[in-house]
């Protein structure tokens, strides 16, 4: 079955980095757009970031823009997001989605909480 396994959730202080990992199974992963979203407490999930499938385009939310990067390797199945500067609004559970680009099929990921303090 698809799995999506994230890891590198954490704590860390107000301007420093966490690079997230999203290692994706049980799917054709170069087929599929990969996003990562992000819900802090009492709040919706938010879109941060998306790498379409080949990985030559990504898109970001003005939230994140500039200090985030997300970046995909199609040979290890995963997807990545590089996280600089860290904010404590960036304070959340990070999640990853996979969204087929040929069919209605999407797969999310358990979550990898991030605690940024300040």
């Known amino acids: 079955q698809v799995q999506l396994v994230e890891s590198g959730g954490g704590l860390v202080q107000s301007g420093g980095s966490l690079r997230l990992s999203c290692a994706a199974s049980g799917l054709p992963f170069s087929s599929y757009v990969m996003n990562w979203y992000r819900q802090a407490p009492g709040k919706g999930r938010e879109l941060v970031a998306t790498?379409?499938?080949?990985?030559?385009?990504?898109n970001y939310a003005d939230s994140v823009k500039g200090r985030f990067t997300i970046s995909r390797d199609n040979y290890k199945n995963t997807v990545y997001l590089q996280m600089n500067s860290l904010k404590p609004e960036d304070t959340a559970v990070y999640y990853c989605?996979?969204?087929?680009?040929?069919?209605?099929?999407?797969?999310w990921g358990q979550g990898t909480q991030v605690t940024v303090s300040s």
């Open positions: 989605n996979a969204r087929s680009t040929y069919s209605p099929s999407t797969y």
């Open positions: 790498i379409t499938n080949g990985g030559r385009t990504t």
